[in-house]
């Protein structure tokens, strides 16, 4: 069974910054693909950054060069370091992994981000 603990979320004025981080076991974090979606409230949930196994990065347009995603290897945890955060933004965000970067099936509980302008 895969279990993927979130944390780091809360609330941050417009412009501030917060980091999120998702912790797994050891096999899920060395062999799979892992990711962040999110869902704002009556928006459709939306991929905002995955990484592969390999350190392969991909963000959602919105999200480019003020998100970063990132894995620490010996702590099996992924993180996303959000900044300039804007109104926008705010969100549960859900960690997910899978086979690809393109396909995370497993997801979190999710963490919610509230941004105030």
């Known amino acids: 069974q895969v279990t993927l603990v979130e944390s780091g979320g809360g609330l941050v004025q417009a412009g501030g910054s917060l980091r999120l981080s998702c912790a797994t076991s050891e096999t899920i974090f060395t062999t799979n693909a892992m990711g962040w979606y999110r869902q704002a409230p009556g928006k459709e949930r939306e991929l905002v950054a995955t990484?592969?196994?390999?350190?392969?990065?991909y963000y959602a347009d919105s999200v480019k060069g003020r998100f970063t995603i990132s894995r620490d290897n010996a702590k099996n945890t992924l993180y996303l370091q959000m900044n300039s955060l804007k109104p926008e933004n705010t969100a549960m965000y859900y960690c997910?992994?899978?086979?690809?970067?393109?396909?995370?099936?497993?997801w979190g509980q999710g963490t919610l981000v509230t941004v105030s302008s």
């Open positions: 990484t592969s196994s390999g350190g392969s990065t």
């Open positions: 997910a992994t899978g086979a690809t970067m393109w396909y995370l099936e497993v």
